[in-house]
């Protein structure tokens, strides 16, 4: 299941015709195991990976570090999963160090992610403090390359 998983991350379109060919098995089989996996919740659903810069060249993204306040009996989930919840929000995230919650937005505009962290994300309760990160270029999403690296003349990368 780790090389069918691997396969699938790396490209969720191969057809399972070439997943059968890739890992030595029969289709019927790869599509016993992909149900599987969807059924128990290890894949969560399917994506594009996309460069924004090229799609939507006016918007932005922020990483914005939360310092909260858990609730007794839920911790984090509450705000977390309160927080998932808005159009905005790409990823959420438990985190170590000092802040609790990650949550990476993209909006139209950097006034958009200002109203954003002042109006909804800061007035939850629970929350007590934010620091707002302005992603200036991606290089890299999900294991793969957005930026085209051109290997120097001494072939070093």
Same mark, same amino acid.
Request: glycine content about 6%.
């Given at each position: 299941?780790?090389?069918?998983?691997?396969?699938?991350?790396?490209?969720?379109?191969?057809?399972?015709?070439?997943?059968?060919?890739?890992?030595?098995?029969?289709?019927?089989?790869?599509?016993? /195991?992909?149900?599987?996996?969807?059924?128990?919740?290890?894949?969560?659903?399917?994506?594009?990976?996309? /460069?924004? /810069?090229?799609?939507?060249?006016d918007s932005v993204s922020a990483y914005i570090e939360l310092s909260v306040t858990p609730k007794a009996q839920v911790g984090y989930d509450e705000i977390a999963?309160?927080?998932?919840?808005?159009e905005e929000v790409e990823s959420v995230s438990l985190m170590s160090g000092g802040y609790d919650l990650a949550v990476t937005v993209r909006c139209k505009n950097?006034? /958009?992610?200002?109203?954003?962290?002042?109006?909804?994300?800061?007035?939850?309760?629970?929350?007590?403090?934010?620091?707002?990160?302005?992603?200036?270029?991606?290089?890299?999403?999900?294991?793969?390359?957005?930026?085209?690296?051109?290997?120097?003349?001494?072939?070093?990368?």
């Amino acid at each position: 299941m780790t090389q069918l998983l691997s396969l699938l991350k790396t490209n969720a379109r191969l057809s399972n015709k070439e997943l059968a060919t890739l890992l030595g098995r029969t289709e019927e089989d790869v599509a016993h /195991d992909i149900s599987e996996l969807e059924r128990t919740g290890v894949i969560k659903g399917y994506s594009t990976i996309m /460069d924004d /810069d090229i799609v939507n060249k006016d918007s932005v993204s922020a990483y914005i570090e939360l310092s909260v306040t858990p609730k007794a009996q839920v911790g984090y989930d509450e705000i977390a999963g309160y927080i998932s919840q808005y159009e905005e929000v790409e990823s959420v995230s438990l985190m170590s160090g000092g802040y609790d919650l990650a949550v990476t937005v993209r909006c139209k505009n950097i006034r /958009d992610v200002s109203n954003f962290v002042a109006q909804r994300l800061a007035t939850i309760d629970g929350v007590v403090s934010t620091s707002t990160h302005f992603f200036l270029q991606k290089y890299k999403e999900n294991g793969i390359l957005l930026a085209d690296f051109e290997r120097d003349e001494r072939g070093q990368d």
